[in-house]
């Protein structure tokens, strides 16, 4: 860790993850990320031809929150727009500010089946509620 990463938290890791519709890839879907901790924050992507999409990590800064022992809990979602209509794939309650601790230190790269039931997982330390499941 150097002098620039003091107070650094990744808020959201890289996520990779392919959209699909009865097993047929979303194509041009818009995406929407949003998390929240030190405020709401939110950015968009779209889905590529075969339903692939990528965020990169986003990162805040706040020297209190990490001088501090102060609880870390950040709200993050995942939304995908089709057909007019803007449905959740997964939520989560990030608790540790490194990067890929959504998935006890895997990167996250998800299938994500829209017809799928959200599931409600506890297997890495924190509540996740996703319709996506691991890519290998």
């Known amino acids: ?47 590529d031809e075969n339903g692939y999409f990528t965020f990169p990590a986003a990162f805040e800064r706040s020297i209190m929150n990490r001088a501090l022992p102060i609880e870390l ?3 993050q979602g995942i939304y995908v727009e089709t057909e007019g209509e803007v449905k959740k794939i997964w939520s989560n309650s990030k608790r540790e500010p490194e990067e890929n601790a959504e998935l006890g230190g895997q990167p996250i790269n998800l299938s994500c089946e829209l017809t799928n039931d959200m599931k409600i997982t506890r297997q890495y330390g924190s509540i996740m509620n996703t319709l996506c499941t691991r890519s290998e």
């Open 73 to 75: 809990v950040i709200a």
């Open 1 to 47: 860790m150097s002098l620039f990463d003091i107070g650094k938290v990744c808020v959201f890791s890289e996520f990779k993850a392919r959209v699909t519709v009865n097993g047929e890839p979303l194509k041009n879907a818009v995406v929407i990320r949003r998390w929240e901790w030190l405020e709401p924050q939110q950015d968009r992507t779209t889905t």
